[in-house]
């Protein structure tokens, strides 16, 4: 079943912060972010594992609640790089051999 | 290190033809999978690829098919196109030891059916 990520968009300016949610009514193994740019193929930012450690990539960090099944990544101090649209991806399991994307969240950062 | 590569990148088909992408994974990744995308849809899991096995596969009609040659490099064809086929074709590739299996996508194949 797709993640619900929330906001679907969001419109920052440089040096805000945003908080993107990515939630799943199943049992998660993983939680994959990417980046997408427009007309560009989504890039890996980080990964976060069952039971394993808040993320870093950047100023881009993002934590992963097993009992909440949820997942949040924080865009700290944004730059107008970090436009694009992110996406969560959700393995299973440890044998899982696809992602389950969300819909995406389109980030804005204005001057 | 050279990334995920798809060619082509840009293609135009017509209904009820078929095409075929290629796709070389990043070197020394064995694991390929394809995604589709679509504005509607978003990323959708068509299916992957591993030691010329296929280990799972998506929600998609019979007309989509792949296959996995001894040096990793794939392929996906989708046969009687249809209009709803158009789409950003994505292959990503992923090393059997990374951590959560984490994949790495190409550019993809913008597919256009008229």
């Known amino acids: 079943q797709q993640p619900v990520q929330s906001p679907q968009a969001v419109i920052l300016r440089e040096g805000e912060d945003a908080v993107i949610n990515c939630s799943s009514s199943?049992?998660?193994?993983?939680v994959h972010w990417y980046r997408q740019k427009h007309g560009e193929a989504p890039v890996f930012l980080m990964i976060?594992?069952?039971?394993?450690e808040q993320m870093r990539h950047e100023k881009i960090s993002a934590s992963f609640n097993e009992k909440k099944q949820q997942s949040s990544l924080y865009l700290t101090a944004s730059q107008l790089s970090y436009s694009g649209t992110y996406f969560c991806?959700?393995?299973?399991?440890?044998?899982?051999?696809?992602?389950?994307f969300g819909k995406g969240t389109k980030l804005s950062v204005i001057p | 290190k050279a990334g995920v590569t798809q060619t082509p990148r840009y293609l135009i088909k017509t209904r009820g033809q078929q095409v075929t992408l290629s796709c070389s994974p990043i070197?020394?990744?064995?694991?390929v999978s394809w995604y589709q995308q679509t504005p509607g849809q978003g990323l959708q899991f068509l299916f992957e690829?591993?030691?010329?096995?296929?280990?799972n596969k998506g929600n998609f009609p019979g007309r989509f098919s792949g296959r996995q040659f001894s040096n990793s490099r794939s392929e996906m064809n989708v046969s009687t196109l249809e209009l709803g086929d158009s789409a950003l074709y994505l292959c990503?590739?992923?090393?059997?030891?990374?951590?959560?299996?984490?994949?790495?996508f190409g550019e993809g194949s913008w597919l256009t059916v008229v």
């Open positions: 990503a590739s992923s090393h059997p030891d990374s951590s959560g299996n984490t994949i790495y």
């Open positions: 199943k049992a998660l193994y993983s």
């Open positions: 976060l594992l069952k039971g394993g």
């Open positions: 991806g959700l393995r299973s399991g440890a044998g899982s051999y696809q992602l389950t």
């Open positions: 070197s020394g990744h064995r694991s």
């Open positions: 690829y591993f030691s010329e096995t296929q280990r």
